[in-house]
């Protein structure tokens, strides 16, 4: 391990191999730590969201845990993060790797249909108050078609594949992204850029007017048309037979066209 010059203000812990940045970051943010980045070449036991793995035991993408300080005392505005965070990174990739990355609700990248980043955000607590905020990025960098395992090729996608495989500057990807995050961050407390940034959500969707799954636990999928996100970062979808639902956790999938036939990202 080595604690490197900081990046746009926030400490950088380099690791060539870790079980996992989120499981790392923890640890230090219940120290005390924040405003720092845990960094692996590789993880052996990367996650995503409802715990599935994370394929990161190379080191041809960008792994790395974002510690951010919490904001409110309370947590109230906790489910502004998985939006704060998604938004840092889309604006780093499109200053660093210019292309239309899209936002699939809360918090995946999708570009030309395929996944290329996921984010997994937890909270750490103490004594009931929320004390810090821990991030957990993956972002697909110089993966090769054929890298990717064949149960989620043609589903993933690398900056490198995308830009014709020319070579990404992962250091200068990671500065963007935690610059623009330094922008982001405060939307926790403000409502006014929290707006500010719901507006840019918004614009980037890639899940707004499709029809999309919720799958709520067990084998209960609901279908249904996402119409808008709302104040509070929920989304909020029309289901087939009519209700309105706000979904603010759980599994959603998003119906698109991608190389000629409909599927679900």
């Not at 926030?10 to 079980?19: C, G, M, N, S, V």
Request: aromatic share 6%; with cysteine; glycine share 10%.
């Amino acid at each position: 391990m080595s604690e490197g010059s900081k990046i746009a203000n926030w400490h950088i812990f380099r690791y060539d191999e870790l079980p996992s940045t989120n499981d790392l970051a923890r640890r230090l943010a219940e120290e005390g730590l924040s405003h720092a980045v845990v960094l692996a070449r590789r993880q052996t036991a990367g996650r995503g969201r409802q715990q599935r793995a994370w394929l990161s035991d190379c080191d041809r993408g960008l792994w790395f845990s974002l510690i951010c300080p919490a904001g409110t005392a309370s947590g109230q505005k906790n489910e502004r993060w998985p939006l704060i965070i998604a938004q840092s990174v889309l604006e780093g990739l499109k200053h660093c790797a210019p292309a239309d990355y899209r936002l699939k609700w809360p918090n995946d990248i999708i570009l030309a249909g395929r996944k290329l980043a996921g984010i997994l955000t937890e909270g750490v607590w103490s004594g009931g108050q929320l004390q810090a905020v821990v991030a957990g990025v993956g972002i697909n960098v110089s993966q090769r078609y054929d890298d990717f395992p064949a149960e989620i090729r043609g589903r993933a996608i690398s900056l490198s594949e995308w830009h014709s495989h020319t070579d990404i500057d992962k250091e200068g990807v990671l500065a963007a992204i935690l610059t623009a995050a330094n922008r982001w961050l405060a939307a926790v407390t403000s409502d006014r850029l929290w707006q500010s940034l719901l507006a840019e959500h918004r614009g980037h969707s890639l899940t707004l007017s499709r029809p999309v799954r919720l799958y709520t636990g067990g084998q209960s999928v609901i279908e249904g048309l996402a119409v808008d996100i709302d104040r509070d970062g929920r989304l909020e979808v029309i289901a087939n037979e009519g209700r309105r639902i706000l979904v603010d956790a759980g599994e959603v999938t998003v119906r698109i066209v991608c190389a000629g036939k409909e599927v679900y990202v």
